[in-house]
């Protein structure tokens, strides 16, 4: 009798297996969560008096708390028309899309990923539309004494009218910055999903989206401290999923040796 060793013929690498959530019902979800971010702001208007005060109360406490100037920022995309308006832009422009164009990789790629991050959007996106009922805040543009201009008005382009006229968006809901907080779950949700060494690049997006919100006075250092806090507790509740054959198995799939299969041993 003879003995001869031939390796397992190759399996081909399996697809995430998580099925695809209906689309329909995904389209459904998504849109309503844009919709609740835009109209549930909107319900949250009428608190002036009280969105200066905790203006003020924030710009203090990151004085007292020596967090960087504002004004430091704004003045670095002052330099030029150009840059500011690419700043103006970016706010006006990248939000949004990103996000939209972040679900719908994470669907057709990885769907136990997209499942994982579109839970931890809307429970972001719902505890963000609590917080101006109980602290609402004015944006550092219409905080006088504070040296900053609102730089979409002068420059262009700007998502927003007179606060007394603007019934899309309430600006009195300043904090959190989902702007940010998006911004940094697209990052940390591509930087999981993904397994290339560059994927830390991701977290460009959240940076350049920090000192966009920032240098363009639409939001304090603390909108984006409290937005990242948010997204931390929501992280910790919802996990992501285990890795499969798919990320963490395609690199380990290649190094690991192949156990040889004996073939007519008992011949």
Do not use: C
């Not at 057709?108 to 719902?126: D, E, Q």
């Amino acid at each position: 009798m003879t003995a001869r060793t031939e390796p397992p013929e190759a399996e081909p690498e399996p697809p995430d297996a998580t099925p695809r959530p209906a689309l329909i019902r995904e389209l459904l979800l998504v849109a309503g969560l844009f919709l609740v971010y835009k109209l549930g702001r909107q319900l949250a208007t009428g608190h002036t008096a009280g969105a200066f005060r905790d203006a003020h109360r924030v710009w203090d406490l990151e004085r007292a708390l020596h967090l960087p100037h504002e004004n430091a920022v704004q003045s670095a995309l002052l330099h030029g028309d150009t840059l500011v308006r690419i700043a103006n832009t970016y706010y006006a422009t990248v939000h949004f899309p990103a996000t939209l164009a972040f679900l719908v990789w994470l669907y057709v790629r990885r769907p136990a990923h997209y499942i994982w991050a579109r839970r931890v959007l809307a429970v972001v996106t719902t505890a963000a539309l609590v917080l101006p009922f109980t602290f609402p805040l004015a944006p550092p543009r219409m905080l006088a004494g504070t040296g900053l201009i609102d730089t979409a008005r002068i420059y262009g382009p700007s998502v927003y009218g007179p606060p007394s006229s603007d019934h899309l968006s309430n600006q009195f809901a300043a904090m959190p910055s989902l702007h940010f907080g998006w911004a940094l779950m697209v990052a940390v949700g591509l930087i999981v999903a993904t397994r290339s060494h560059w994927r830390w690049l991701f977290l460009l997006h959240p940076l350049i989206t920090l000192v966009v919100i920032v240098g363009t006075a639409n939001h304090y250092w603390f909108d984006a401290i409290v937005a990242s806090a948010m997204l931390g507790i929501a992280l910790a509740v919802i996990h992501p999923p285990h890795r499969t054959a798919t990320t963490a198995g395609r690199g380990a799939d290649r190094l690991a040796p192949e156990a040889p299969a004996l073939v007519g041993a008992g011949r």
